[in-house]
């Protein structure tokens, strides 16, 4: 009687249990090995379906990967064939990308950008203009200004959920733009983050009267706000969920090191903020890619 194990033959599962089991994956993974496994895999990641979701999760070291993540991404989106309903992108992304996402899929209702500073005013406000069905709205660490905010906000009525998200500095001069911008535009909203923003008291003000549907605020390292008196109690009886400026940051995804810490009083977020502003200045992806070429790498 034979003792060796019994194996699997991964070819014999249900088409349906293959599928879900490939869905699992990310985008790189799949265009990248799984779909190159066998002829019935390559087949199943050809079906505009398993691209509803397109996750371009990544470690961010980009500049040590065999593969163009922004091509990768362009041809995910192109086997959508439309369908696209959530797309993250990390660490990489330009102009060019934004708007090749939002011409193909013009019922996009979940977007993600984490650091991608190559992502200008300019191409997501041509990107939102097109994307009327948008809902969530993630932007973290990218270099977007409140003029962006405005446009998403006149583009996109159907928006219930903002994070708009930055390092946390005790430092930064109090500004309010931001929290205007979303104020005067998206009045619909339900769910916003603003994690490290220099929105004041008078910022968080307008945004208590511009979006009165609210119901959780994020307002984790927002330094220029005191919650005190009446505008505290205001905050409690109109916010179901409400995070304080000094509030634990354990369950925050990101790193959540407070910068500036160590700097004198006297230092502007304008300085800090040099350095910053030269990154994005610097990292030399081009705006407008061109998107039409055959896509041999992955075909």
């Keep these: 009687m034979s003792t060796e194990p019994e194996t699997r033959n991964w070819l014999e599962l249900p088409l349906d249990v293959t599928t879900s089991i ?29 691209w509803r ?61 984490v650091s991608c500073y190559d992502v200008s005013d300019r191409g997501l406000s041509v990107a939102a203009s097109k994307l009327l069905f948008l809902e969530d709205l993630e932007i973290s660490y990218c270099s977007i200004t409140r003029d ?5 906000g006149r583009c996109c009525p159907h928006l219930r959920s903002l994070k708009f998200n930055i390092p946390g500095c005790r430092h930064y001069i109090g500004s309010d733009d931001e929290a205007l911008a979303i104020a005067q535009s998206m009045p619909e909203l339900r769910h916003l983050q603003l994690f490290g923003n220099k929105l004041t008291n008078d910022g968080l003000k307008s945004i208590l009267d511009g979006c009165p549907h609210l119901e959780s605020l994020d307002l984790r390292q927002c330094f220029n706000v005191s919650l005190q008196g009446d505008l505290e109690k205001r905050c409690v009886e ?51 890619s061109d998107y039409d070429e055959e896509y041999s790498f992955f075909d």
């Excluded at 002829?39 to 398993?50: A, E, G, H, Y």
């Excluded at 300085?271 to 992806?285: I, K, R, V």
Aim: hydrophobic content about 35%.
């Design 148 to 152: 962006a905010l405005e446009t998403v």
């Design 22 to 50: 490939l869905t699992r994956l990310g985008a790189i993974e799949i265009l990248s090995s799984a779909q190159n496994v066998c002829s019935l895999w390559r087949n199943i990641c050809k079906d505009p379906s398993m």
């Design 238 to 288: 109109q916010i179901k969920n409400l995070r304080r400026p000094s509030d634990s940051t354990r369950d925050y995804e990101f790193d959540a090191q407070v910068y500036g810490s160590d700097y004198p009083s006297e230092i502007s977020d304008i300085d800090l903020y040099d350095d910053y502003d030269d990154y994005f200045e610097l990292s030399g992806a081009s705006d407008f």
């Design 53 to 113: 979701s397109i996750d371009m999760r990544n470690s961010g070291e980009v500049w040590d990967m065999n593969y163009d993540l922004e091509k990768m991404c362009a041809y995910a989106v192109d086997r959508s064939c439309g369908h696209l309903i959530n797309i993250n992108l990390e660490y990489f992304g330009t102009d060019g990308l934004i708007i090749h996402i939002a011409e193909r899929s013009s019922h996009l209702k979940h977007l993600r950008l």
